[in-house]
């Protein structure tokens, strides 16, 4: 049978047809574009929930392959049965804020030769898509398929006895700091301690649910390795105890002191913007002290919410709200 062929009159004269008032006038062609245009940029922004759901990259190989993921190796080998475990806050900047670090970086690697040499960005994906960031709560953790549920609602309860409420962060300067293993080398912002010592608080509901578990606890030993003394430091030195990130399986952050006040680790905070394979070379630690961070501590933002990724699935806990704002693992 022959296929039926159409003019493209139709489709012309739709595309020039003039749409309607409500009082049965009409209107012009280059009115109704101008109200589109409009109409689009009114849209309210994704929800939060919206993003979580496309999180987790996809899986490219049943092995841990560093090849696959620009020569980085995963320091906990994948186990059948065991789910990596997160608990962290999420933060995505505003285009503004984001112009101002994806500067910074390109400004660390401008003119540098050698490409080992350069920091990698961690503000966007390979594809050039804008990318989360976030502060870490917890170590890394490894739950039994069993643990799943149960450490997500220990995490809730441990989160509302916290009585936290959303409080506003804003940064304080920058600093190099290598992971537990000294595999990774991190460019990060530090951050100001917040009204009502938000972040120490979250910190201790997150590590009292991963000592509930029996599981590592982040900030409670001394064994991180700060590189240089934010932007204005240079070379290796030893943190002061407050600064110092470890592991530990001891309740030392499960356990107020008598006074009532809990352990303080804001020095410890930060969130990384990006990382090298190798130690940060001294041109590069140079053009980190030259950064003028008071152009950073402009960029503020309001922690509204905490998450916990068990495996590919992320729950969103609100400080507001004390209930999850995502069912995650649990389907509700």
Not at 111 to 129: F, N, Q
Not at 249 to 274: E, K, M, N, V, W
Not at 275 to 304: C, G, H, K, M, N
Request: with cysteine; aromatic share 6%.
């Amino acid at each position: 049978m022959a296929l039926v062929e159409y003019s493209d009159s139709e489709e012309s004269q739709k595309e020039d047809a003039p749409t309607t008032k409500s009082d049965g006038a009409k209107l012009p062609k280059s009115l109704k574009r101008k109200h589109s245009a409009s109409s689009a940029a009114d849209l309210p922004p994704l929800p939060d929930a919206f993003h979580d759901l496309y999180a987790s990259a996809v899986r490219v190989s049943n092995k841990d392959d560093p090849a696959l993921h620009g020569g980085r190796q995963r320091v906990t080998p994948h186990i059948e049965g065991n789910w990596p475990t997160h608990v962290y806050i999420e933060w995505y900047p505003l285009s503004a804020e984001s112009s101002k670090l994806h500067s910074l970086i390109r400004n660390l690697n401008g003119g540098l030769e050698a490409r080992d040499a350069k920091v990698k960005t961690l503000l966007e994906s390979e594809l050039g898509a804008e990318m989360p960031l976030h502060i870490s709560l917890s170590r890394s953790l490894m739950l039994s398929t069993d643990e799943r549920q149960p450490f997500v609602e220990r995490l809730k309860s441990a989160l509302e006895e916290s009585v936290t409420k959303p409080f506003e962060l804003h940064m304080s300067g920058l600093n190099w700091v290598p992971n537990y293993e000294r595999t990774r080398w991190f460019l990060v912002l530090q951050l100001a301690k917040p009204a009502e010592d938000g972040l120490n608080a979250l910190l201790l509901a997150s590590n009292q649910t991963a000592a509930a578990f029996d599981k590592r606890q982040l900030y409670a030993a001394s064994n991180s390795h700060p590189i240089g003394e934010g932007a204005r430091g240079r070379g290796s030195r030893r943190s002061r105890p407050s600064e110092r990130a470890g592991l530990s399986r001891s309740p030392i952050l499960t356990q107020r002191t008598s006074s009532g006040s809990r352990p303080d680790c804001s020095s410890s905070f930060h969130i990384s913007i990006a990382w090298s394979l190798s130690p940060p070379t001294e041109e590069i630690v140079a053009r980190a002290r030259s950064v003028d961070v008071s152009d950073l501590q402009s960029i503020r933002f309001t922690v509204r919410s905490i998450k916990a990724k068990v495996g590919n699935a992320i729950t969103a806990l609100s400080l507001e709200s004390k209930s999850l704002a995502l069912g995650g693992i649990l389907g509700k």
